[in-house]
């Protein structure tokens, strides 16, 4: 699915310009691809914000608007204010049709890990992947199910479910996710058992031998 946005040329550079723009609501943009000089644009403040809360992040295909043309791109940066948080600069990167692209995908978890009901943390360790694939087969994000991670059981980029057409370019042994083994059965696991001495039997009274006894 490719979503829908709106640009405009954007005339003149420098932060006196950038300056005004985020005043009327609007922020500095560029794009560019192989073979594509870099073209500074100007977006919608709203616009862009109502698109980030609706795709969450995801690695989207977008139809970008510009002056009556229209070009397929992918969001490559997005920059936000430190302190705000607000969007004030979007790098946008053009797509050509069968061209491999190489972009972060969302790591998403669904399900509920077994380890989880016993009392485990399910701790996501990598967010994000990079891969590398044609705009086409390019996934939003890569699910995972936990459904069947127990205390400690760990999930590996070798065992991303892997879309056709899709190349992950992460190390396959680098660990994505796993369910925290709680701290309390932690300590009782490596607690050694205390061993329990051996009964004694009680002694038997001697009984005299026939030599000694009198007769």
Not at 22 to 45: F, H
Not at 52 to 60: A, D, I, M, N, Y
Not at 104 to 122: A, D, F, I, N, R
């Amino acid at each position: 699915m490719a979503y829908e946005l709106h640009a405009e040329i954007r005339k003149g550079t420098g932060k006196s310009v950038t300056r005004k723009l985020r005043a009327q609501g609007k922020i500095p943009a560029v794009m560019y691809g192989a073979g594509e000089s870099t073209q500074p644009l100007t977006l919608d403040l709203h616009e862009v914000d109502t698109f980030l809360k609706r795709t969450r992040g995801e690695s989207v295909v977008i139809n970008l608007h510009v002056n009556g043309e229209v070009k397929q791109v992918l969001p490559k940066e997005i920059q936000r204010d430190p302190v705000t948080g607000r969007v004030i600069h979007v790098d946008f990167l053009i797509l050509h049709k069968g061209e491999k692209v190489t972009v972060e995908v969302p790591v998403v978890t669904v399900g509920e890990s077994v380890g989880v009901k016993k009392g485990g943390v399910l701790e996501v360790i990598l967010r994000s992947v990079e891969v590398r694939a044609t705009p086409a087969q390019l996934p939003a994000h890569i699910e995972v199910d936990v459904s069947n991670l127990d205390l400690g059981d760990v999930v590996h980029v070798r065992d991303l479910p892997v879309p056709e057409g899709v190349e992950i370019l992460e190390d396959p042994d680098e660990p994505v996710v796993t369910v925290l083994v709680p701290r309390g059965a932690e300590e009782e696991e490596a607690a050694p058992e205390e061993e329990v001495p051996p009964t004694e039997a009680p002694p038997t009274p001697e009984t005299p031998s026939e030599e000694g006894s009198e007769g």
